[in-house]
Every structure is written in C-alpha cells, then in structure tokens.
C-alpha cells in the first residue's frame, strides 16, 4: 500500500524558513515523479515544485523560484521541500503526491495517483 506522510509545517514569520518532508513507504520513491502542491482557502490547488525520478529534472512555480528546493533522500524514501523567505502568500496547506506521469513533476496535479493528507503551513506579516 502506497502511503505519503508530509511534516515540518507550522508557523513563521515573513522571511523565515520551513523544512518539509514527505515520508514514502509501500513502494521506492526514487522511481517516481514526484511533487508538492499547496492549496489555500478559497484558491485552486496549485504547483510548487516537482522532481523526477533519480533527480535528472526539476520543476518549480514561478512564485516560488529562488525561493524553494525540492530534495530527495533515496536511502530514506523521503521527499524534501525547503522553504526560504517566506511571504503571506506561501501561507497554505502543502501535499506531497506522486505519480508514474513526468506531468505530476511538471505540476499537473491530475497526472498524481498518490497523495499525502498534508501539512499547514502558515506564514504571518
């Protein structure tokens, strides 16, 4: 059974950092396309950055370029999301999602078959 488990959300300040991580279990996360997505209330679920399998690629948002790093650790199973200089506008709840289409890296949510119950990130003024 595939199961996603993101972390490391919580509260900040704007133009602090936040660590996110995804933890995978039920098959090898290395193998796969991989994403984060973040949804606010009232707003569409959106694209933040994606990855494809054994690193070759990247994918970030325009919104979050320069700001944001997606990460792996194949030897754990475990998706990063590093988060820095944070604005109001990051505020959110961020998912983890995985898919076997390299749409899901390239941010089209509905190429995820796999998705993570995800984790609130909010960043205040």
């Known amino acids: 059974q595939v199961l996603l488990v993101e972390s490391g959300g919580g509260s900040v300040q704007a133009g602090g950092s936040l660590r996110l991580s995804c933890a995978a279990s039920?098959?090898?996360?290395?193998?796969?396309?991989m994403a984060w997505f973040r949804q606010s209330p009232g707003k569409e679920r959106e694209g933040v950055a994606g990855i494809y399998p054994s690193d070759t690629d990247t994918f970030y948002a325009d919104s979050v370029k320069g700001r944001f790093t997606i990460s792996r650790d194949s030897a754990k199973n475990t998706l990063f999301l590093q988060m820095d200089r944070l604005n109001a506008e990051d505020s959110g709840v961020y998912y983890c999602?995985?898919?076997?289409?390299?749409?899901?890296?390239?941010?089209?949510?509905?190429?995820?078959?796999?998705w993570g119950q995800g984790t609130q990130v909010t960043v205040s003024e």
């Open positions: 999602a995985l898919g076997v289409r390299a749409k899901c890296a390239r941010l089209t949510a509905a190429n995820c078959s796999h």
């Open positions: 039920g098959y090898t996360a290395n193998n796969y396309y």
